[in-house]
């Protein structure tokens, strides 16, 4: 796990620093008790999740065939890789509230998901 210890790093507002897992985790627990999104149904939690999924979807079709609408302005590379960036990041955020809610925390999902595939897909 020692390559994900660094694995955010924000630059924006007041923060510039790296911060492992753990504390992003907690950071999200903290801010989105503050914001009152913490105390959703777990229900309205997953339609969130699901309706950030498909904005993730949508954020890869513009920048793999690109938008086809008449009402929509096509962005650049980076424009559209910075929307992906940020979609992907409410998708974590939505992920890491459920995991708070069952207290389960980042390391352990990604060694368990390390151990499921390892054992799943073992050459033995």
Do not use: C
Not at 13 to 27: A, C, D, K, P, S
Not at 53 to 80: Q, S, Y
């Amino acid at each position: 796990m020692d390559d994900l210890v660094n694995l955010v790093e924000v630059k924006k507002g007041r923060w510039n620093h790296l911060m492992n897992v753990t504390e992003f985790q907690q950071w999200v627990k903290d801010y989105y008790k503050m914001r009152g999104w913490s105390d959703l149904d777990i229900f309205i939690r997953i339609g969130f999740l699901a309706e950030e999924t498909g904005e993730v979807a949508r954020a890869i079709r513009a920048l793999e065939i690109g938008r086809d609408r008449p009402d929509e302005v096509t962005g650049t590379l980076e424009e559209n890789k910075k929307e992906l960036t940020e979609e992907l990041g409410d998708v974590l955020g939505n992920l890491i509230v459920i995991a708070n809610k069952y207290d389960i925390s980042l390391e352990e999902i990604f060694s368990s998901h390390k151990e499921k595939l390892a054992e799943r897909y073992s050459t033995k």
